[in-house]
T-cell receptor
Framework: DGGITQSPKYLFRKEGQNVTLSCEQN?????MYWYRQDPGQGLRLIYY???????QKGDIAEGYSVSREKKESFPLTVTSAQKNPTAFYLC???????????????FGPGTRLTVL | AQKVTQAQTEISVVEKEDVTLDCVYE???????LFWYKQPPSGELVFLIR??????QNEISGRYSWNFQKSTSSFNFTITASQVVDSAVYFC???????????????FGKGTKLSVKP
């Protein structure tokens, strides 16, 4: 089945630790995204990538880092510099940008990160 | 500024009632796209519909219908004869082709939580 997988579903982290969230897609999509969702809030964009080996900061990139070494994978690292990392993290992908920028984004099941 | 407002934070209805979720957007662009997503308790966002700024025709898909009015910058979503399985958070989103380098990024409203009681 084609889709987006995120792991783990739940993640607990101690303060001061870095942690990496996995996102994999087998939809052959060019573009991938990371969003953060807080209770009662909409989704806010952290980072996005339009193509392998390239990525751009979103609205709330501070304290996060990403890599895009493969088309299928877009891992997100939450660093100790992120002041309030407890949130629900959603990964998404879309066919591409440019002329196809209107295409919808497909989302993974999310990872709920809790800092202890 | 680009912005999406979903003024209804929470709505509660009884099964079989019709319910309309409001979405108002702001944009300075003439070309844009609007979306609705559903987020059930499991957390994954499910795509419902995409509408471009040049197409103001209303759309119906089963019990779901969407009313797009550029004159009032609104893209409202109606569920007819609601069911318990419709209980979820619904997000409206706006997307541009070109905006400050953030090509194609979605701008989300804060969502409306719909509870359908049996």
């Amino acid at each position: 089945d084609g889709g987006i997988t995120q792991s783990p579903k739940y993640l607990f982290r101690k303060e001061g630790q870095n942690v990496t969230l996995s996102c994999e897609q087998n939809l052959n999509h060019d573009a991938m995204y990371w969003y953060r969702q807080d209770p009662g809030q909409g989704l806010r964009l952290i980072y996005y990538s339009q193509i392998v080996n390239d990525f751009q900061k979103g609205d709330i990139a501070e304290g996060y880092s990403v890599s895009r070494e493969k088309k299928e994978s877009f891992p997100l690292t939450v660093t100790s510099a992120q002041k309030n990392p407890t949130a629900f993290y959603l990964c998404a992908s879309s066919i591409g940008l440019g002329d196809r920028a209107y295409n919808e984004q497909f989302f993974g099941p999310g990872t709920r990160l809790t800092v202890l | 500024a680009q912005k999406v407002t979903q003024a209804q934070t929470e709505i509660s209805v009884v099964e079989k009632e019709d319910v309309t979720l409001d979405c108002v957007y702001e944009t300075r662009d003439t070309t844009y796209y609007l979306f609705w997503y559903k987020q059930p308790p499991s957390g994954e966002l499910v795509f419902l519909i995409r509408r471009n700024s040049f197409d103001e025709q209303n759309e119906i898909s089963g019990r779901y219908s969407w009313n797009f009015q550029k004159s009032t910058s609104s893209f409202n979503f109606t569920i007819t004869a609601s069911q318990v399985v419709d209980s979820a958070v619904y997000f409206c989103a706006l997307r541009h082709l070109y905006y400050g380098g953030s090509q194609g990024n979605l701008i989300f409203g804060k969502g409306t939580k719909l509870s359908v009681k049996p």
